[in-house]
T-cell receptor
Framework: ETGVTQSPTHLIKTRGQQVTLRCSSQSGHNTVSWYQQALGQGPQFIFQ???????GRGNFPPRFSGLQFPNYSSELNVNALELDDSALYLC??????????FGPGTRLTVT | AQRVTQPEKLLSVFKGAPVELKCNYS??????LFWYVQYSRQRLQLLLRHISRESIKGFTADLNKGETSFHLKKPFAQEEDSAMYYCALGEGGTSYGKLTFGQGTILTVHP
């Protein structure tokens, strides 16, 4: 059984640019959630996708958007990057809602 | 608004001593509560879910709705328990699927 994978591992972008982060869910999981984890903080919920539809959203602006594909993999897109977007971005997949299995994360640095 | 508070950023105990990691929550609905753990250089993983009432790796957690607490306990700490521990609250309604995390407690078990 393959776990949740994320790409890339690290990324450096300039303020104002756009970024796409990718997540492959664990086999058999149809739900993907995205979280942002700033240094020294717990993860913060961005949104959740279930069967290609956004199923719930946290307190993030519309420049944070996502997609889920028929194979249940997912993308997180962030437009007009700001310095405060520098963080670890975590993807988690689940077969139901709650037992979420996390990926290793993508470290995004905005300069 | 929903909130999860872990009052201790750092907790140190000696091997064999009891350990209690505190978690308090604020939520108007019926909460789903979890403990997640992150060992050094590993990904975030689910340790306990309150409704399962299981003991995992010797850890237990009891939901106290009166005190709005979900403290994690282990009677005899082991060195391999050293890790970052996060308490998380699952929401329903329009934020269904959202996990709200506390800031985490770093547990260090000394030999």
């Amino acid at each position: 059984e393959t776990g949740v994978t994320q790409s890339p591992t690290h990324l450096i972008k300039t303020r104002g640019q756009q970024v796409t982060l990718r997540c492959s869910s664990q086999s058999g999981h149809n739900t993907v959630s995205w979280y942002q984890q700033a240094l020294g903080q717990g993860p913060q919920f961005i949104f959740q996708y279930y069967r290609e539809e956004e199923n719930g959203r946290g307190n993030f602006p519309p420049r944070f958007s996502g997609l889920q594909f028929p194979n249940y993999s997912s993308e997180l897109n962030v437009n007009a990057l700001e310095l405060d977007d520098s963080a670890l971005y975590l993807c988690a997949s689940s077969a139901g809602v709650w037992e979420q299995y996390f990926g290793p994360g993508t470290r995004l640095t905005v300069t | 608004a929903q909130r999860v508070t872990q009052p201790e950023k750092l907790l140190s105990v000696f091997k064999g001593a009891p350990v209690e990691l505190k978690c308090n929550y604020s939520y108007s609905g019926s909460p789903e509560l979890f403990w997640y753990v992150q060992y050094s250089r590993q990904r975030l993983q689910l340790l306990l879910r309150h409704i399962s009432r299981e003991s995992i790796k010797g850890f237990t957690a009891d939901l106290n709705k009166g005190e709005t607490s979900f403290h994690l306990k282990k009677p005899f700490a082991q060195e391999e328990d050293s890790a970052m521990y996060y308490c998380a609250l699952g929401e329903g309604g329009t934020s269904y699927g959202k996990l709200t995390f506390g800031q985490g407690t770093i547990l260090t078990v000394h030999p």
